[in-house]
T-cell receptor, first 111, second 114 residues
Framework: GESVGLHLPTLSVQEGDNSIINCAYSNSASDYFIWYKQESGKGPQFIIDIRSNMDKRQGQRVTVLLNKTVKHLSLQIAATQPGDSAVYFCAEVLGAGKSTFGDGTTLTVKP | DTGVSQDPRHKITKRGQNVTFRCDPISEHNRLYWYRQTLGQGPEFLTYFQNEAQLEKSRLLSDRFSAERPKGSFSTLEIQRTEQGDSAMYLC????????????FGSGTRLTVV
C-alpha cells in the first residue's frame, strides 16, 4: 500500500542531500496549496503552489506533490543548501484567497 | 516597489494600553490580509480586505481588535486594552487577484505586552 509521510516538526539533512517535507491538510475543497519558507525575523516567503487538479509541480530545485486521496502534500528540495535552512509551512487556499497554514517544519542543513 | 512594509517592527506595551500597527501593501495588490503568529506556530488568519471592504473576520478577532483600510491602500490594525495573550507577531500580506501566486508578506510587527 501507499505510505503517507508523517509531518515532522524538525528535519536535519546534510548539504547536498535531498529534503522531503510533508504536510497533511484538512479541507478537501481547497483549490490551491502553497508552500512558504520563513527565515528568522522575516515573514513567510512564497516558494511554489499547486492547484488541486494537479498531482505534481516542479520549480527550480523544488517539487511539490499532492495526494488528494490521503490529503497529503510534500515539498521536495533537491541538493539542499545551507541557505535552505528555515521553517517551511504548507497552506491551503479556499475561496477568495484566505489561507490556512499547517504546522511548520524546521529544516536544518548541516555543512 | 519594495514589497509589503509594516510599522513598527517591534512594539512593547503595558497591559491595558492600545496599540496600532500599519501595513503598506504592494501598490497593485487589491487584497490585504492580517495574520497573527506565535512562536513555533503557523500564521493564523485574522481578517481580509479587498480594496477598502473588509470581507472576512476570524472568530479569533475579538471586539478589542479592529482593522481598517480606508482608501484601499494602507491598512491599520488596532488592539484596544491589550492583554498578555496578545503578544505575538502580527503579519500583513497582500496579493493580487491570481490566488495561486500566494501572498507577499511583510516582516511583521512583534508585539510584547508586559
Amino acid at each position: 500500500g501507499e505510505s503517507v509521510g508523517l509531518h515532522l516538526p524538525t528535519l536535519s539533512v546534510q548539504e547536498g542531500d535531498n529534503s522531503i517535507i510533508n504536510c497533511a491538510y484538512s479541507n478537501s475543497a481547497s483549490d490551491y496549496f502553497i508552500w512558504y519558507k520563513q527565515e528568522s525575523g522575516k515573514g513567510p516567503q512564497f516558494i511554489i503552489d499547486i492547484r488541486s487538479n494537479m498531482d505534481k509541480r516542479q520549480g527550480q530545485r523544488v517539487t511539490v506533490l499532492l495526494n488528494k486521496t490521503v490529503k497529503h502534500l510534500s515539498l521536495q528540495i533537491a541538493a539542499t543548501q545551507p541557505g535552505d535552512s528555515a521553517v517551511y509551512f504548507c497552506a491551503e487556499v479556499l475561496g477568495a484567497g484566505k489561507s490556512t497554514f499547517g504546522d511548520g517544519t524546521t529544516l536544518t542543513v548541516k555543512p | 516597489d519594495t514589497g509589503v512594509s509594516q510599522d513598527p517592527r517591534h512594539k512593547i506595551t503595558k497591559r491595558g494600553q492600545n496599540v496600532t500597527f500599519r501595513c503598506d501593501p504592494i501598490s497593485e495588490h487589491n487584497r490585504l490580509y492580517w495574520y497573527r503568529q506565535t512562536l513555533g506556530q503557523g500564521p493564523e488568519f485574522l481578517t481580509y480586505f479587498q480594496n477598502e471592504a473588509q470581507l472576512e473576520k476570524s472568530r479569533l478577532l475579538s471586539d478589542r481588535f479592529s482593522a481598517e483600510r480606508p482608501k484601499g491602500s494602507f491598512s491599520t490594525l488596532e488592539i484596544q486594552r491589550t492583554e498578555q495573550g496578545d503578544s505575538a507577531m502580527y503579519l500583513c500580506a497582500s496579493s493580487s487577484r491570481d490566488r495561486g501566486r500566494g501572498y507577499t508578506f511583510g516582516s511583521g510587527t512583534r508585539l510584547t505586552v508586559v
